[in-house]
């Protein structure tokens, strides 16, 4: 997976030029360009088209990705699903 810091910041500027930048959280994924899978290399073409399959059913919700491990429990779970935060 490759984060796509670029397009935030780029988001980012376009909206301080524009003056419509505004304070508050962003979140950037696979559904806004964020977050990609790279295919340099060739060596994930012959899965391409079933990644991509995928990554569709990721965007739309018929796939729901689990962001805090297996097993985990409690407030560790809790703690794992918020993400990180800011000080």
């Known amino acids: ?3 796509r810091f670029d ?3 780029y988001d980012g500027l376009c909206a ?3 003056v419509t930048l505004s304070p508050g959280l962003r979140t950037y994924d696979l559904s806004n360009g964020g977050i990609e899978l790279p295919q340099s290399g ?3 073409t012959p899965y391409a088209a079933r ?3 995928l990554q569709q059913d990721i965007v739309s919700g018929r796939i729901d990705v689990p ?3 297996k097993g985990l ?5 809790v703690d794992a699903a918020a993400g990180p935060g800011c000080p």
């Open 1 to 3: 997976m490759v984060i």
């Open 7 to 9: 397009v935030g910041i």
């Open 16 to 18: 301080l030029l524009d």
């Open 42 to 44: 060739g060596f994930l």
């Open 51 to 53: 990644l991509e399959k």
């Open 67 to 69: 962001n805090a491990p």
């Open 73 to 77: 429990v409690g407030s560790p779970a």
